[in-house]
Structures are given as C-alpha cells and as structure tokens.
C-alpha cells in the first residue's frame, strides 16, 4: 500500500512542478493520458499496457466514444472518459458522453478525469438527474487523503466490486435499470402505441395484418436507429421528422417517409423497405412521432446509443419482442405471449459466444484446407434454421 501511495505522491509532485513552470497549458490530451492519467491508474495495478485489461475504446467524436475501457475476466468494469488539463472537467457534455457509452455497454461506472479532478458516475440509475449520478468526486490534492475512495477504482477492489457495496453505503445504487430490460420495456411501449392507433384508425384492416404492419413499421425504425449509430446510414429520422412537420403534418408520417423507404429497399435488397400495406393506412395521434423519440432515449437521462451497445443486448431484446403477437380479449386489443409463434417462425436469438462456437467448429476445419481466393469461393454454407421463401 506505501508503495502505491508513493507512485500517486510522485504523480502530485510532477503535476505541481508543470503547474509552477506554467506547463499545464501545453499538455495535449494525449500526452495528459501518457503521463498522467494512465500512470494513475496504474498505480493503481491496472496493467495499462495490455489490451484485454486496459482496452483503448474506438474513439470517434461524433459517436460519443470514451477512451479507455477497464476489463476483468473479460468484463467491463467501468469506462474512463479522459480530457485534458486546460479542459472544463465539469462542461455537462463529457459528463454525458462517459454516461451515455457505458450506460449502452450495460456498464455502471464510468469515469471522468483530467488527472486534476476525477469524478465517478453511476451510469445505470436513468431516473436521477447528472448531479444525482454522482458517486464521488476528488481533486488531485486529495488523492492520498481519500485514498479509500480513490482504490475503489484499483484492480484489486474492482475484482471484489467494493464500489458496488460502497454505493449502496451512500444510496448511489438505487433503481439500477440495466439497459437490456430498459429498451425492452421502450420497445414494446413503441409496438403498443402503433398498435393502439392504427387499429383504431384502420377498424376494416384485420387484426392478423395490423400486426404485420406494426412489426414491419417499427422493424424499419430500428433498423434506421441502429443503422444511425453504426454509421452505416447518415442521420435519417429525425430529419425527416422535421421535413414532415414542416410541411404541414398533412399525411401520417409514415406517408412521408415511402420515397426513403423505396430508396432503402434498393440500397439494402430485402422486403424490410418493399411496399407494404401499411404505407397507406390512417394514423392520427402521432404515435409514429412519438416511437421515433422513444427511439433516442429520454432526454435528459439516457440516450440509447446502438453503436455502443453490445450486439447480445439487441438481439435479446428482439427475441423477446418478436415473440408477441396480437390477440383479441374483451377490453380490445392487446399483446400477448404466444410460444407457438415462437416455435413456428424460429424467433430465437443466438448468443454470440454460441455463433464464435459454431463458425469455429464448422467453418474452422473447412477454411484451413483453403489455400486461395478460387478455393474460398467454392464454400456454401447452409443454414438450416433460415425457413425457405
């Protein structure tokens, strides 16, 4: 434990020595991290020099990336967010960026540091507002003298989770949502609203059909969202959003939006964006708008982030939702559970450590014995889970 005090003592030293020389200014936020923030942490008995302990996160401004992800047994402990001295450490934005990723990974800390401040977030807790989130926050100065709240960071306190039992000490771990169980909550809230509306403005359409449109509706709009995040297609629904209330509101939004989905339907050659008779139906209360909001989260607290988000999480959260269906009771219309859907459409999502299994086993074998491009192409591979059209 002295020796450790020692490497944070020698890192306050050599912080206030480039303070005193007038320093501080010159830094970049690389050269923050080299010699300050990562020795910090490794001080800490973090190994910062190896990638499956201390993983350097894809970082892309646009797209709200943290900087470096902290791994035990090939789990994320917490995300660190790190800026550089003459950065405003307490701007709401970096706050919300270390928030937003790690609350999207299903992890709940996430760190923000200059070295001359560190501040601790539960990122999990999506009712309390930013101050709330705030586990703790130390300046450099008293990094020794609250040294217990400093090691809760440390490798070793981490394997144990401490930070975990402190937070619950101090009330910072209440309403933990994780965000597997939030966005299935949020999606099905999109599929009743849709359903609701458009069975209600379209009586004549069959039950059977409204279902069919709800689901290729609301497929589209994830898609787009996911779509959004990942980069793969520029910001498209809320500019059109805001073309369609621009123009007047004058047909449901949906309308608005078919020359995009037939542009898409060319782009992506599937029946996701091929014509569909929903496109033509009624639909008053904006429930469209309203789904597409939900979409991006709750302002103010969360923000869904799927570029983020492991694939594990969507896929469980689409499993449960494609397992519903609609059914007729005598209040109306309503969702309900139906296994026999389940079974028959093979609604089942592979985790992805079971996909690692199988590529390995049964491609594995196959792609050693190829030695060119021409050998390659000669592979098919069939799955025998894909119901034929």
């Given at each position: ?136 926050e130390i300046p450099y100065a008293q990094y020794l ?245």
């Amino acid at each position: 434990m002295s020796e450790i005090k020692k490497l944070i003592q020698d890192l306050i030293d050599k912080y206030e020595a480039a303070k005193s020389a007038g320093r501080l200014k010159l830094y970049t936020e690389e050269e923050t991290k080299k010699d300050f923030i990562l020795p910090l942490f490794e001080a800490l008995g973090w190994n910062v020099r190896d990638k499956k302990e201390v993983s350097a996160e894809e970082h892309i401004i646009s797209s709200g990336r943290v900087d470096y992800g902290f791994y035990l047994d090939d789990r994320a402990r917490f995300y660190l967010e790190a800026k550089k001295f003459s950065a405003d450490i307490h701007r709401e934005e970096f706050a919300n960026q270390a928030i937003r990723y790690s609350w999207n990974k299903g992890v709940t800390w996430a760190v923000l540091t200059n070295f001359e401040r560190l501040k601790v977030f539960n990122t999990q807790d999506t009712d309390k507002s930013l101050a709330d989130k705030l586990l703790f926050e130390i300046p450099y100065a008293q990094y020794l003298e609250r040294f217990d709240q400093l090691s809760l960071l440390s490798k070793e306190s981490s394997g144990g989770e401490l930070i975990n039992k402190y937070a619950e000490e101090h009330g910072k771990k209440l309403q933990k949502i994780s965000v597997t169980a939030l966005l299935y909550k949020d999606i099905q809230k999109c599929r009743d609203l849709l359903t609701e509306n458009l069975a209600s403005s379209n009586s004549e359409v069959d039950k059977d059909l409204i279902d069919e449109g709800v689901q290729r509706l609301l497929d589209r709009l994830i898609f787009l969202r996911v779509a959004e995040d990942r980069g793969i297609e520029p910001p498209t629904l809320i500019p059109l959003m805001r073309q369609w209330e621009s123009g007047g509101r004058k047909a449901p939004l949906y309308q608005s939006m078919i020359e995009k989905f037939r542009e898409l339907d060319t782009v992506y050659n599937s029946n996701l964006f091929s014509p569909h008779p929903f496109e033509k139906w009624e639909e008053y209360s904006g429930a469209t708008e309203e789904v597409i909001q939900i979409l991006y989260g709750k302002q103010g607290y969360y923000e869904y982030d799927f570029k983020a988000m492991p694939a594990d999480v969507l896929g469980t959260v689409y499993e449960s939702y494609l397992s519903h269906r609609l059914a007729k009771s005598r209040k109306g219309l309503t969702l309900s559970e139906d296994a026999k859907k389940r079974k028959e459409q093979g609604i089942y999502y592979t985790p992805h450590f079971i996909v690692d299994y199988i590529v390995k086993n049964a491609l594995g074998p196959v792609l050693d014995k190829c030695k060119t491009i021409n050998d390659l192409k000669k592979i098919k591979v069939l799955d025998p889970a894909v119901k034929p059209h």
